[in-house]
């Protein structure tokens, strides 16, 4: 038998399939990185069709304000300041260098994003237990501050990283320097080093010195821990660690460190206040009227800064005196022309502890100061000051009392009015209608919310503002209506309206009213050497008080109460805020800032008493709806 080899058994059993090769085995790897790179690719396009390049060189959306009285004289100062994009090329060395010393060393040798500058950081912040140091690179922070909000997440910070590598890509180190300078924020409203340089130092960017440059350059890292004119002492310590960095990056020598530290601030456009209650109310009119601009732009406005000291002046006065005896904690007071031209505004007590502005935001009830629109829907129904109405209280359902208590027999018109009469009012505003009450408001100005269904309303329940109610006496005074209130030359609508609204007569027979009822009447206390019109306001447990009238070419109105609404102790329209007024326009008026009324004026009016009761038997259709029959 012939002799054969039996095949050689493998050892591990059955022989498996050939060694696949290195892409095979590495495939889905492979798709997953080509992905994550088209991934890459797509999203640097995107970000480069979406984000505009030149965001940080544009000025800001609305430009630097300086505030300027009815004089031309400065007062205040609004917005960011942002000058015209600087020229690397045109500064000299070291203030680049200052800037690139102690914020990004490597910025010259990095794609955007420096690994190594971040572990470096992240080192010294773990030894310290705490921030001290960042790894931001020059290129982050221009990505971090011209195209993503200012918020710490980890969406944020990837953002930050591929728009640095978009930067990186499609501009120059030049041009990347170029748009962190000029962009950055450095304190005290300033952006780029253009403004930052006028505003510290009172020079151009290209006249800084080194000390100056190293100054500025330390602000990048906190800009208002470490504004030079507010805190001096630690700006200078920055700018010490800047000139040391600088000398180790050899942008300049040791000599010209210590020569460095000798800096002298000279702020530029320090000592202006950035707000007040008139600025924050004119600014919104200001920047409405201009677009974005570098540099700043001197704007005109209506305030007087003569009055506006002296109604700052007497409100203080009026407030720790009068009323810190009465519980009377806050006050506010504005004056204007007869055609709405805002002189004065005074929106609190303390600008420093309360921006709130009490002129304009303030929605307080005005009391019988709203008793105007009621007496004027009266007259429009045929009623003159002389008509009578009774003053006994209303029968079968609400009825107001008044405010001495007294009630019973016939009032004038004008006499109900001069002595704020709340019954009379009530009977007033329910003869002529609420609807009526309602119109005649809309027609002098108040835009706020009226319910004529409510026969509270005669009584000044329904909240407006002291700006609206004082523009409404405005239109009295000035016999147009409505008045709009402005603060900026040329803001303000042609006077003139509809000459259907207030007519003549109607004019003439509210002056009787608001005149009598500061000579005879509650408003006594504002009496002056000339005529003034007027009228008082109390609200319910002396919650407001409120005093708005007029003399010669001025229309002021004074509110006195508290924030809380808390009551205070007795006070009336007719006291604290009445001789607000008067100490006001009696100073105005000595300065010659108030025209003078060369009217006669007599001082022994009639008496505002009260008639014997009588049926009156005229009047035609208006008493008829009063008395019946």
Same mark, same amino acid.
Do not use: C
């Given at each position: 038998?012939?002799?054969?080899?039996?095949?050689?058994?493998?050892?591990?059993?059955?022989?498996?399939?050939?060694?696949?090769?290195?892409?095979?085995?590495?495939?889905?790897?492979?798709?997953?990185?080509?992905?994550?790179?088209?991934?890459?690719?797509?999203?640097?396009?995107?970000?480069?069709?979406?984000?505009?390049?030149?965001?940080?060189?544009?000025?800001?959306?609305?430009?630097?304000?300086?505030?300027?009285?009815?004089?031309?004289?400065?007062?205040?100062?609004?917005?960011?300041?942002?000058?015209?994009?600087?020229?690397?090329?045109?500064?000299?060395?070291?203030?680049?260098?200052?800037?690139?010393?102690?914020?990004?060393?490597?910025?010259?040798?990095?794609?955007?994003?420096?690994?190594?500058?971040?572990?470096?950081?992240?080192?010294?912040?773990?030894?310290?237990?705490?921030?001290?140091?960042?790894?931001?690179?020059?290129?982050?922070?221009?990505?971090?501050?011209?195209?993503?909000?200012?918020?710490?997440?980890?969406?944020?910070?990837?953002?930050?990283?591929?728009?640095?590598?978009?930067?990186?890509?499609?501009?120059?180190?030049?041009?990347?320097?170029?748009?962190?300078?000029?962009?950055?924020?450095?304190?005290?409203?300033?952006?780029?080093?253009?403004?930052?340089?006028?505003?510290?130092?009172?020079?151009?960017?290209?006249?800084?010195?080194?000390?100056?440059?190293?100054?500025?350059?330390?602000?990048?890292?906190?800009?208002?821990?470490?504004?030079?004119?507010?805190?001096?002492?630690?700006?200078?310590?920055?700018?010490?660690?800047?000139?040391?960095?600088?000398?180790?990056?050899?942008?300049?020598?040791?000599?010209?460190?210590?020569?460095?530290?000798?800096?002298?601030?000279?702020?530029?456009?320090?000592?202006?206040?950035?707000?007040?209650?008139?600025?924050?109310?004119?600014?919104?009119?200001?920047?409405?009227?201009?677009?974005?601009?570098?540099?700043?732009? &001197? *704007? #005109?406005? =209506?305030?007087?800064?003569?009055?506006?000291? !002296? %109604?700052? /002046?007497?409100? +203080?006065? @009026?407030?720790?005196?009068?009323?810190?005896?009465?519980?009377?904690?806050?006050?506010?007071?504005?004056?204007?022309?007869?055609?709405?031209?805002?002189?004065?505004?005074?929106?609190?007590?303390?600008?420093?502890?309360?921006?709130?502005?009490?002129?304009?935001?303030?929605?307080?009830?005005?009391?019988?100061?709203?008793?105007?629109?009621?007496?004027?829907?009266?007259?429009?129904?045929?009623?003159?000051?002389?008509?009578?109405?009774?003053?006994?209280?209303?029968?079968?359902?609400?009825?107001?009392?008044?405010?001495?208590?007294?009630?019973?027999?016939?009032?004038?018109?004008?006499?109900?009015?001069?002595?704020?009469?709340?019954?009379?009012?009530? &009977? *007033? #505003?329910? =003869?002529?209608?609420?609807?009526?009450?309602? !119109? %005649?408001? /809309?027609?002098? +100005?108040? @835009?706020?919310?009226?319910?004529?269904?409510?026969?509270?309303?005669?009584?000044?329940?329904?909240?407006?503002?002291?700006?609206?109610?004082?523009?409404?006496?405005?239109?009295?005074?000035?016999?147009?209506?409505?008045?709009?209130?402005?603060?900026?030359?040329?803001?303000?609508?042609?006077?003139?309206?509809?000459?259907?609204?207030?007519?003549?007569?109607?004019?003439?027979?509210?002056?009787?009213?608001?005149?009598?009822?500061?000579?005879?009447?509650?408003?006594?206390?504002?009496?002056?050497?000339?005529?003034?019109?007027?009228?008082?306001?109390?609200?319910?447990?002396?919650?407001?008080?409120?005093?708005?009238?007029?003399?010669?070419?001025?229309?002021?109105?004074?509110?006195?109460?508290?924030?809380?609404?808390?009551?205070?102790?007795?006070?009336?329209? +007719?006291?604290?805020?009445?001789?607000?007024?008067?100490?006001?326009?009696?100073?105005?008026?000595?300065?010659?800032?108030?025209?003078?009324?060369?009217?006669?004026?007599?001082?022994?009016?009639?008496?505002?008493?009260?008639?014997?009761?009588?049926?009156?038997?005229?009047?035609?259709?208006?008493?008829?709806?009063?008395?019946?029959?």
């Amino acid at each position: 038998m012939p002799m054969t080899t039996p095949p050689e058994a493998p050892a591990t059993g059955e022989v498996g399939p050939a060694p696949r090769g290195w892409l095979t085995r590495h495939r889905r790897l492979i798709v997953a990185a080509a992905g994550l790179l088209l991934a890459l690719v797509l999203l640097m396009l995107w970000i480069g069709q979406s984000l505009p390049i030149s965001r940080s060189l544009d000025p800001l959306p609305s430009p630097a304000v300086i505030l300027l009285d009815a004089d031309g004289r400065p007062f205040a100062r609004r917005g960011a300041y942002k000058e015209a994009p600087v020229s690397v090329e045109a500064l000299p060395a070291y203030v680049p260098a200052a800037f690139i010393a102690i914020e990004d060393r490597r910025f010259y040798h990095h794609l955007g994003v420096d690994p190594r500058g971040m572990a470096r950081a992240a080192t010294v912040n773990f030894k310290a237990g705490r921030t001290v140091q960042g790894g931001s690179t020059i290129t982050q922070q221009l990505a971090k501050t011209a195209f993503l909000r200012p918020d710490r997440s980890l969406r944020r910070k990837l953002q930050e990283v591929m728009i640095a590598f978009w930067l990186e890509l499609k501009l120059s180190k030049t041009q990347i320097l170029q748009r962190y300078l000029s962009s950055i924020y450095f304190g005290d409203g300033v952006y780029g080093l253009g403004a930052a340089a006028r505003h510290y130092f009172a020079k151009p960017p290209e006249k800084l010195t080194i000390g100056e440059a190293a100054m500025l350059a330390g602000l990048a890292k906190a800009p208002t821990a470490l504004n030079p004119i507010d805190h001096p002492k630690a700006s200078a310590a920055r700018a010490r660690l800047v000139l040391d960095a600088m000398t180790q990056t050899g942008a300049i020598t040791p000599r010209q460190a210590v020569q460095g530290r000798r800096v002298q601030v000279r702020p530029s456009r320090a000592g202006l206040p950035v707000g007040g209650y008139f600025a924050d109310w004119v600014s919104p009119q200001v920047k409405s009227a201009f677009g974005a601009a570098y540099g700043e732009v &001197r *704007v #005109a406005t =209506t305030l007087d800064s003569g009055l506006q000291r !002296r %109604a700052e /002046r007497v409100v +203080g006065q @009026a407030l720790r005196t009068a009323g810190a005896r009465h519980g009377a904690r806050q006050a506010a007071l504005v004056a204007m022309r007869p055609d709405g031209r805002v002189v004065a505004m005074v929106g609190g007590v303390d600008y420093g502890r309360s921006q709130f502005n009490r002129v304009v935001q303030a929605r307080r009830q005005p009391g019988s100061a709203f008793k105007l629109f009621v007496y004027l829907a009266a007259l429009r129904d045929g009623a003159g000051p002389d008509s009578l109405v009774d003053n006994a209280p209303l029968a079968g359902g609400w009825s107001p009392k008044n405010f001495d208590g007294q009630s019973g027999g016939d009032l004038t018109l004008r006499q109900a009015f001069a002595t704020s009469s709340n019954i009379a009012a009530a &009977r *007033v #505003a329910q =003869t002529a209608g609420g609807a009526a009450v309602v !119109r %005649a408001a /809309r027609d002098l +100005g108040i @835009a706020g919310p009226l319910p004529s269904g409510d026969p509270t309303l005669a009584l000044g329940t329904a909240e407006t503002t002291l700006l609206e109610l004082t523009a409404a006496y405005a239109a009295v005074a000035s016999g147009h209506a409505p008045v709009r209130p402005y603060g900026r030359p040329g803001a303000a609508e042609p006077v003139g309206g509809d000459p259907g609204l207030l007519t003549p007569k109607d004019r003439d027979a509210l002056l009787d009213l608001l005149e009598t009822a500061v000579e005879t009447g509650t408003g006594r206390a504002a009496r002056l050497p000339q005529r003034a019109y007027g009228k008082t306001g109390t609200t319910q447990d002396y919650r407001d008080a409120v005093f708005v009238g007029f003399t010669g070419d001025m229309v002021i109105g004074v509110w006195v109460g508290n924030d809380d609404h808390s009551p205070m102790r007795g006070v009336t329209g +007719g006291g604290l805020p009445a001789q607000i007024w008067r100490d006001f326009a009696a100073g105005a008026l000595a300065a010659g800032d108030i025209a003078r009324d060369r009217a006669p004026l007599s001082r022994n009016p009639p008496p505002v008493v009260a008639p014997e009761p009588q049926r009156p038997n005229t009047l035609g259709g208006w008493l008829k709806r009063i008395f019946g029959g």
